[in-house]
């Protein structure tokens, strides 16, 4: 029987730490909870209560400075584990006990390194919901083998394993399709990533982000929701929200889709840059379009997995591609964006934020520079300065809905 250890940190978790973990206990061998002992809103008197109750509850004290005391609560964890696996569970989250049951199974049947699943966001308590597409979907279980480092903290954080990217470079992980969590990230304001601005979550941004959730959202944050109703308010199926082009799946929504058919409608574009080519199939949807226009394409990632499909071939896609780090050839890209007519750049690579402060700065009036993952991966607080400093601004703003996880931005 494989034996499995969760691992979680805590400050001012009261909301929602005593369902997070009566929900896991009873299916873990062992429970490791990190608490802050600054913890001020009854989160360490929830712990102790829940001490008397579960005998595989392992509590630890400690103080975070910085954020390197929570990497260092993190490595801790993982050289205090002597299970199989290691689970990381967050204070904010909430396990459906099905789901707890299949992920456990694929244990047994698979040997991969790290699997990752999908989570939901409810943005209320009823109403609404965002997906993470399957380029943001997180890995949530690791094997316990020697040379697991947990490197950096939100939104930077991963595991290096042998001293490199586990994800990245070895490639030993699992998407596990059946598998769903609930985050809920969006309806609580405090803890360690709230406490040195810009706030991720401060008022303005969200109703900047949600108008339609403007007078309600904050009366939730208040008053945590009952998380029975949110269970019960789940939508029944995820499919709806994927999208396919040519009957091959990208790592977009529909909405998502419906946006970028109005920009480059909409647009008297020449080129388009897409960072972050991963399979393909959106670079197809980018590159045909280009086709139609007379522009140009390129596409850039690190990883050769585009290979593959009659389409690709049919329009030689591989002249298109470059298999190239972004951050190793500037000159080159600038170049290319500063050709004349606008540019359409899509920042959807390992790290969006690095990408929009480094080549933002180089569009011409009118270019179009778009991020992928917005509020999962980049914030508010990567782009505000460089884009009041560039006189940057938010376009097709009414068409990016609330399940659409891309932002659209344009030099005037």
């Given at each position: ?49 829940l001490e008397k109750e579960y005998d595989n509850l392992d509590v630890d004290y400690f103080t975070v400075k910085d954020s390197k005391d929570l990497v260092e609560a993190r490595n801790r964890q993982i050289e205090r584990t002597t299970e199989d696996y290691f689970w990381v569970v967050d204070d904010d989250e909430y396990w459906l006990e099905e789901d707890i049951k299949r992920l456990f199974k694929h244990f047994e049947k698979y040997d991969d390194l790290a699997f990752r699943v999908t989570f939901w966001f409810p943005i209320n308590d009823k109403q609404c919901w965002l997906l993470e597409t399957r380029h943001s979907q997180i890995e949530r279980v690791f094997k316990n083998v020697p040379g697991m480092v947990w490197y950096k903290t939100f939104p930077a954080e991963r595991i290096h ?252």
């Amino acid at each position: 029987m494989v034996k499995i250890c969760s691992h979680t940190i805590v400050k001012n978790g009261a909301d929602f730490i005593e369902p997070c973990l009566r929900q896991i206990l009873p299916h873990v061998n062992r429970a490791l909870v990190s608490i802050d002992d600054r913890s001020s809103d009854g989160t360490v008197e929830i712990i102790k209560k829940l001490e008397k109750e579960y005998d595989n509850l392992d509590v630890d004290y400690f103080t975070v400075k910085d954020s390197k005391d929570l990497v260092e609560a993190r490595n801790r964890q993982i050289e205090r584990t002597t299970e199989d696996y290691f689970w990381v569970v967050d204070d904010d989250e909430y396990w459906l006990e099905e789901d707890i049951k299949r992920l456990f199974k694929h244990f047994e049947k698979y040997d991969d390194l790290a699997f990752r699943v999908t989570f939901w966001f409810p943005i209320n308590d009823k109403q609404c919901w965002l997906l993470e597409t399957r380029h943001s979907q997180i890995e949530r279980v690791f094997k316990n083998v020697p040379g697991m480092v947990w490197y950096k903290t939100f939104p930077a954080e991963r595991i290096h394993y042998k001293g490199t990217h586990l994800i990245r470079t070895h490639k030993r992980d699992r998407l596990l399709k059946d598998i769903f969590y609930i985050h809920f990230s969006y309806l609580k304001d405090h803890g360690w990533r709230n406490e040195t601005p810009p706030r991720r979550r401060s008022k303005g941004l969200i109703s900047w982000r949600y108008p339609l959730l403007d007078e309600g959202l904050h009366k939730i944050v208040d008053m945590p929701p009952k998380i029975s109703e949110i269970v019960k308010n789940m939508p029944a199926s995820h499919k709806e929200l994927r999208a396919t082009f040519l009957g091959r799946r990208i790592v977009q929504t529909p909405r998502a889709m419906t946006l970028w058919e109005r920009i480059l409608t909409a647009t008297d574009f020449k080129r388009v840059i897409e960072i972050g080519t991963l399979r393909g199939n959106l670079s197809l949807f980018f590159l045909l379009f280009c086709i139609t226009r007379d522009a140009e394409f390129c596409t850039y990632d690190i990883r050769n997995e585009w290979k593959g499909g009659k389409v690709k071939d049919l329009l030689n896609f591989e002249a298109y591609y470059k298999n190239k780090d972004v951050f190793e050839c500037i000159d080159e890209i600038k170049k290319f964006i500063q050709r004349k007519g606008i540019t359409i750049m899509f920042c959807d690579g390992g790290d969006k934020a690095k990408e929009f402060q480094t080549f933002a700065p180089y569009l011409k009036p009118q270019d179009i520079i778009a991020v992928h993952d917005w509020m999962t991966e980049i914030f508010d607080y990567h782009v505000a300065d460089l884009c009041k400093e560039h006189n940057i601004k938010e376009v097709f703003v009414k068409e990016s809905e609330i399940e659409n996880l891309t932002r659209v931005f344009q030099k005037q």
